[in-house]
């Protein structure tokens, strides 16, 4: 977020580098349940992002002095991969990962329903196997559809997006030359059902209108992610009682 580049960010018809119009997100694909040994997964591409999460639980909690007599605990673990960036990244836990996986377990510990499960850990593992901008909320979105998948209990499924500044504009779903050259960048996940926000982040600098402005159309592409969650599940769901009725 340097907000200094000779680069054209935003040209004078309002058109990014990639062709996208300020209020217009990437491209998504969402598939549920794609690994067989875990027990919920989700594989995920928004523009170049590629995603793979996999969950497993509720399950007893290990290391036990984490465990929670009142209910389970969420434990996270984003990783990106070393050849998941242009400069291959240097392999293993960092703070920016130890940071991120606290903040989408939180954000996913708001809709689960973690007091069905005393003592019980739920883990999830977000691969970052190709990183362009907003992998965060890319794994959160991944996320809450391998949680859905392995059926954990949730009052929602949670979509994420960010909106942001850049070129003086503000943006919807940066991507990576405008999230590097801009001037903010703000992830920001909700709960579609009740409009709370489970996540919001944001580096740089806003207007208070920008900011307002921008989480408008975050909120409304937030709520179209959710559909695109929804369907995911629904096919994964259609593939599943197929399968079913074939072996009866
Ligand atoms: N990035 C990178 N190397 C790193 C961390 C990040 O190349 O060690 C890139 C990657 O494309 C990432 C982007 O910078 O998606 C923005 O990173 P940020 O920390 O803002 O998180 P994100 O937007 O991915 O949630």
Same mark, same amino acid.
């Given at each position: 977020?340097?907000?200094?580049?000779?680069?054209?960010? #935003?040209?004078?018809?309002?058109?990014?580098?990639?062709? +996208? &119009?300020?209020? *217009?997100?990437?491209?998504?694909?969402? =598939? /549920?349940?794609?690994?067989?040994?875990?027990?919920?997964?989700?594989?995920?591409?928004?523009?170049?992002?590629?995603?793979?999460?996999?969950?497993?639980?509720?399950?007893?909690?290990?290391?036990?002095?984490?465990?929670?007599?009142?209910?389970?605990?969420?434990?996270?673990?984003?990783?990106?991969?070393?050849?998941? #960036?242009?400069?291959?990244?240097?392999?293993?836990?960092? +703070? &920016?990962?130890? *940071?991120?996986?606290?903040?989408?377990? =939180? /954000?996913?510990?708001?809709?689960?329903?973690?007091?069905?499960?005393?003592?019980?850990?739920?883990?999830?593992?977000?691969?970052?196997?190709?990183?362009?901008?907003?992998?965060?909320?890319?794994?959160?979105?991944?996320?809450?559809?391998?949680?859905?998948?392995?059926?954990?209990?949730?009052?929602?499924?949670?979509?994420?997006?960010?909106?942001?500044?850049?070129?003086?504009?503000?943006?919807?779903?940066?991507?990576?030359?405008?999230?590097?050259?801009?001037?903010?960048?703000?992830?920001?996940?909700?709960?579609?059902?009740?409009?709370?926000?489970?996540?919001?982040?944001?580096?740089?600098?806003?207007?208070?209108?920008?900011?307002?402005?921008?989480?408008?159309?975050?909120?409304?592409?937030?709520?179209?992610?959710?559909?695109?969650?929804?369907?995911?599940?629904?096919?994964?769901?259609?593939?599943?009682?197929?399968?079913?009725?074939?072996?009866?």
């Amino acid at each position: 977020m340097s907000g200094h580049t000779d680069m054209v960010l #935003v040209n004078e018809e309002g058109i990014r580098i990639d062709g +996208r &119009r300020t209020d *217009e997100k990437r491209p998504i694909r969402i =598939e /549920a349940g794609v690994l067989k040994n875990a027990d919920g997964s989700c594989y995920l591409e928004i523009g170049k992002n590629k995603v793979l999460c996999a969950v497993y639980g509720p399950r007893e909690c290990r290391p036990r002095h984490l465990q929670d007599p009142t209910k389970a605990i969420i434990q996270c673990k984003y990783n990106m991969e070393a050849y998941s #960036v242009t400069d291959r990244k240097r392999p293993g836990t960092d +703070r &920016r990962s130890v *940071e991120i996986s606290k903040l989408i377990s =939180e /954000a996913l510990s708001s809709v689960v329903q973690l007091e069905l499960y005393p003592r019980a850990s739920i883990d999830v593992y977000i691969e970052i196997l190709q990183a362009n901008a907003g992998t965060r909320c890319a794994g959160l979105t991944a996320a809450s559809v391998a949680l859905a998948d392995a059926g954990i209990p949730m009052r929602d499924i949670v979509p994420a997006i960010a909106c942001g500044k850049a070129d003086d504009k503000v943006l919807l779903d940066l991507n990576k030359e405008e999230d590097n050259y801009g001037q903010a960048d703000v992830p920001l996940a909700i709960v579609p059902s009740t409009d709370e926000i489970v996540l919001l982040q944001m580096d740089g600098n806003m207007t208070r209108e920008e900011l307002e402005y921008g989480l408008d159309m975050a909120f409304k592409a937030a709520h179209e992610v959710s559909d695109i969650q929804k369907d995911a599940l629904r096919r994964r769901y259609t593939e599943i009682s197929k399968k079913e009725g074939e072996s009866d």
